[in-house]
Nanobody
Framework: VQLVESGGGLVQAGGSLRLSCAAS????????RGWYRQGPGKQRELVAT???????NYADSVKGRFTISRDNAKNMVYLQMNSLKPEDTAVYYC???????????WGQGTQVTVSS
């Protein structure tokens, strides 16, 4: 399984970005897809997840600003990020996993930098 993120970049505070993650290879359709991030000097943390049926979960810090979505037909997952803050600066990683199986893959990450 390969995951490739895109859409990162430099944006001013208050701006928006949309991250995309393309999955390829031997993909399980009934997986969970997620976005995680790791800021400078911080541990990697959950941003949002979405199940194959569309159930979502968000970190408190991004609720109301970020929206995760997926297109199962295209094997894509997206993260719409609005009202960005400098503290959102991080490398954002895409993940696909199934908790009860040894199925857990990460992308290489995409940098998001929010200037004040």
């Amino acid at each position: 399984v390969q995951l490739v993120e895109s859409g990162g970049g430099l944006v001013q505070a208050g701006g928006s970005l949309r991250l995309s993650c393309a999955a390829s290879g031997s993909i399980f359709s009934d997986d969970v897809r997620g976005w995680y991030r790791q800021g400078p000097g911080k541990q990697r943390e959950l941003v949002a997840t979405i199940t194959s049926r569309g159930s979502t979960n968000y970190a408190d810090s991004v609720k109301g600003r970020f929206t995760i979505s997926r297109d199962n037909a295209k094997n894509m997952v997206y993260l719409q990020m609005n009202s960005l803050k400098p503290e959102d600066t991080a490398v954002y990683y895409c993940r696909t996993f199934i908790a009860i199986l040894s199925y857990d893959y990460w992308g290489q990450g995409t940098q998001v930098t929010v200037s004040s």
